[in-house]
């Protein structure tokens, strides 16, 4: 593996990282995120997740349709902010329904 293919977008190494340079099971085609506690998915999984992160987008700039005064109308900022906040969480809560990020072991639990 050159240096080149051994470290991420923007220069970051591999090292370190979860799942790094290792394959996914049989079934499998996608690594989970170098994140703790995040699992390979099926190309079920992340096209799934794909099509909420374009729905999400969608609905978010319908959002953006509504802040500061738009046409002229006095619309409510704080429940404009109110409304993106809480559809960013639910699109985060669908997703992770899909990925089902798992809990990780600490380094006291060892002992």
């Given at each position: 593996?050159?240096?080149k293919?051994?470290?991420?977008p923007f220069g970051?190494?591999?090292e370190?990282?979860?799942?790094?340079?290792?394959l996914?099971?049989p079934?499998?085609?996608?690594?989970?995120?170098p994140?703790?506690?995040?699992q390979?998915q099926?190309?079920?999984?992340?096209a799934?997740v794909n099509?909420n992160k374009e729905?999400?987008e969608r609905?978010?700039?319908?959002v953006d349709?509504?802040?500061?005064?738009r046409d002229s109308?006095?619309?409510?900022?704080?429940m404009v902010?109110?409304?993106r906040?809480?559809?960013?969480?639910a699109f985060?809560?669908?997703n992770?329904?899909?990925?089902?990020?798992?809990?990780?072991?600490l380094?006291e639990d060892?002992?």
């Amino acid at each position: 593996m050159t240096e080149k293919d051994s470290a991420l977008p923007f220069g970051f190494p591999l090292e370190g990282i979860p799942l790094a340079g290792k394959l996914p099971s049989p079934g499998v085609k996608h690594l989970g995120l170098p994140v703790a506690g995040y699992q390979a998915q099926s190309d079920e999984n992340v096209a799934l997740v794909n099509q909420n992160k374009e729905l999400e987008e969608r609905v978010l700039r319908q959002v953006d349709r509504h802040v500061r005064n738009r046409d002229s109308r006095e619309i409510d900022q704080r429940m404009v902010a109110l409304a993106r906040t809480k559809l960013q969480e639910a699109f985060m809560w669908l997703n992770r329904a899909v990925f089902q990020p798992k809990r990780i072991p600490l380094p006291e639990d060892a002992k």
